[in-house]
């Protein structure tokens, strides 16, 4: 059987704002298996970015409440309970993210294969030249 990678349950998440609530994400749950891909589709609004910042708990923690049922597991670690530096080592080593709108997040006057090579080797100080190409 393919390992699930990361396991989404009941995911609720809400934004406590001084002048209102927002709730962002009711209730979802997926899982995404080893190579798999997944996409999660919807309209502007409905939550997609809430939920993937979710994964690397880069949603603002001053105001971000997740619902008392939610559990973020990748690979056996509790994404929701982990540490500062269990994170830290998690972000851009296995999980990373590539922001929305390409012109600020990417740089255009690069090629992207030499600016994904460029993030895998800046965590991955051992990555030889030929795996980081092979990986991008
Ligand atoms: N930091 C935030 N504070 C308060 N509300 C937010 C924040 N980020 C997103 N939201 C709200 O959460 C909802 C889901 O947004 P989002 O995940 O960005 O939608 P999508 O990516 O599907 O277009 C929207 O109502 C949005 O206004
Ligand atoms: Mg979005």
Request: proline share 9%; net charge neutral.
């Given at each position: 059987m393919t390992k699930q990678l990361l396991v989404v349950e009941n995911l609720d998440i809400n934004f406590e704002l001084h002048e209102k609530n927002v709730h962002?994400?009711?209730n979802v749950s997926f899982k995404v298996a080893e190579g798999e891909t997944l996409a999660l589709v919807?309209?502007?609004?409905?939550g997609k970015s809430v939920t993937s910042m979710s994964v690397m708990r880069l949603l603002p923690e001053k105001f971000a409440r997740y619902g008392k049922d939610s559990r973020i597991t990748f690979d056996g670690i509790s994404i929701l309970d982990a540490d500062e530096k269990t994170l830290r080592d998690l972000r851009g080593n296995r999980i990373s993210v590539i922001f929305q709108e390409p012109m600020t997040s990417l740089n255009?006057?690069?090629r992207i294969g030499a600016q994904l090579i460029e993030a895998a080797r800046v965590h991955n100080k051992k990555l030889g030249k030929k795996e980081a190409v092979q990986k991008a």
């Open positions: 962002a994400v009711r919807g309209e502007s609004g409905s255009p006057f690069m």
